[in-house]
């Protein structure tokens, strides 16, 4: 990544883009531009195979220096708990997160109310991965389409939240929206 990728100063930040991207490689490099400690907010859990294998190359992928924390349900309490004025949170990702809670039977909108108002009232640096799911075709089942409008609404929520939005594409930011901090 160049230099002016980053954020001059640590910001709110979701990263959106479609599978194999960029997207998380670019929000670990702007954690690391950061200076401050990381910590990587793992949402996924290890169902099966492929998951862990997925699990394992991405662990492989970050430098040293993250502190990994796994919670694939409790967010923004997690995020509460763990973010302070010396730390950058790194969530990866709000998609698995969504999922995990459609799985659990969660209230949707409620979960994705209290994460955008959490992140509207913090002062601190939280950078969020996130799928662009809505940009292909439309899902065949009932189940596939209700997990594609929820993750729009989810990403709708946090983009109006914080602070800035990159879109990544082949790797490359496009910033969407973007504090002048």
Not at 9 to 34: C, I, M, Q, W, Y
Not at 89 to 105: K, R
Not at 134 to 158: C, H, M, Y
């Amino acid at each position: 990544m160049h230099s002016n990728s980053a954020l001059a100063t640590p910001a709110s930040t979701l990263v959106l883009g479609g599978a194999r991207s960029g997207k998380s490689r670019f929000a670990e490099r702007l954690a690391l531009d950061s200076g401050l400690q990381r910590i990587y907010l793992a949402t996924a859990t290890a169902g099966d195979d492929e998951m862990r294998r997925r699990i394992a190359h991405h662990r492989a992928q970050r430098e040293d220096g993250w502190r990994t924390v796994e919670e694939s349900l409790e967010l923004t309490d997690t995020l509460a708990r763990e973010c302070a004025a010396d730390r950058v949170v790194l969530v990866d990702c709000l998609t698995l997160w969504l999922s995990n809670l459609m799985f659990a039977a969660r209230d949707i909108a409620a979960e994705t109310s209290k994460l955008a108002d959490w992140l509207q009232s913090t002062p601190h640096a939280v950078l969020l991965v996130s799928n662009e799911v809505g940009l292909g075709l439309v899902p065949e089942t009932s189940l596939g389409r209700d997990f594609r409008d929820a993750q729009g609404r989810l990403n709708q929520a946090v983009a109006a939240a914080v602070a800035n939005v990159a879109f990544v594409a082949a790797g490359l930011p496009l910033w969407l929206k973007r504090s002048s901090t």
